[in-house]
């Protein structure tokens, strides 16, 4: 049974994941802060924010946000040492008396090309790559703030997030989609919505040293997800092209090289969650209802 949320939340880092996160949070009621590299960007819904960026001291505020919050959720992406939030915060952190869960999103990249086959929790993050390297040091990184802190702590591994302004609909409008073909490849996703309801399901059932692989029912070839976005929205599909074609940007072609399904069941069970989006189909048309792709 879920337990209480907390009472004051910490976001480090209000990309587009922790906007998300954010969002739910403060309609839940929770008295939710965040960081950003620029504060005179927009700001967010009223969000308070704080700067955190390297060479950057910590300023007052921040200082106080870290001490007084019960759950630190972490989006910010990791750097050859780690990652960067946790050494830049480490004596506030030091005095979070208050802290009593902490979160860390990374990537289902730590796992290594299964051929299309299945990984879950107890799958081994065997990818050997510079991303994978950077993502599973800085989850042992809050793991073990966890364990010397005795806080409970959760590291979600996540497929592609997609959902409002950030989707094929919006890619195709832009003139920015790549019509990428490798036959064979399926991959998982996860509206950025149901990220969010993930996190918080968590928060509210605290656990040690907890492993979660949130993702949509549908393992699917991305084409077919460009495919139907076009159609959904009446716009021209770009000419497809081979994955291993040398026009094919070499970053591009990394991403494609990986292919895996992910078995979420187990996350699903311990959290007592679903996603709102069970595949890509709802997840398009929501985004083409609230105008993307227009």
């Not at 309609?27 to 967010?44: E, L, M, N, Q, W």
Request: proline share 6%; aromatic share 6%; net charge positive.
């Amino acid at each position: 049974m879920a337990g209480a949320a907390p009472a004051r939340v910490l976001v480090l880092g209000l990309g587009y994941s922790g906007r998300h996160l954010a969002t739910l949070l403060q309609a839940r009621g929770i008295d939710c802060s965040g960081t950003v590299r620029d504060t005179s960007a927009a700001a967010d819904n009223g969000l308070q924010r704080h700067r955190l960026a390297p060479g950057q001291p910590v300023d007052v505020a921040l200082r106080e946000a870290v001490r007084a919050c019960d759950a630190i959720l972490c989006s910010v992406p990791p750097d050859a040492d780690g990652d960067p939030a946790l050494r830049l915060l480490d004596d506030a952190l030091q005095q979070a008396t208050s802290l009593r869960w902490v979160g860390y999103l990374s990537s289902t990249a730590v796992y290594a090309d299964r051929d299309g086959g299945w990984i879950d929790g107890r799958s081994v993050a065997d990818a050997g790559d510079d991303t994978a390297r950077r993502r599973l040091l800085a989850e042992q990184q809050w793991r073990a703030f966890a364990q010397v802190r005795s806080c409970a702590s959760a590291v979600f591994r996540l497929p592609g997030l997609y959902g409002r302004g950030r989707n094929a609909l919006v890619q195709l409008a832009q003139s920015k989609a790549r019509h990428v073909v490798r036959p064979g490849l399926v991959f998982n996703r996860l509206h950025v919505q149901d990220l969010a309801t993930a996190v918080l399901a968590a928060m509210q059932r605290p656990a040690g040293d907890a492993l979660y692989l949130p993702a949509d029912d549908e393992p699917a070839p991305p084409q077919d997800v460009l495919a139907h976005a076009a159609a959904l929205g009446g716009l021209p599909l770009p000419a497809a092209q081979a994955w291993d074609d040398p026009a094919v940007p070499a970053s591009l072609r990394r991403f494609y090289n990986s292919n895996k399904r992910i078995d979420s069941r187990g996350t699903r069970e311990a959290l007592q969650w679903q996603p709102r989006f069970p595949t890509y189909r709802e997840g398009l048309a929501d985004a083409w209802a609230h105008g993307d792709g227009r």
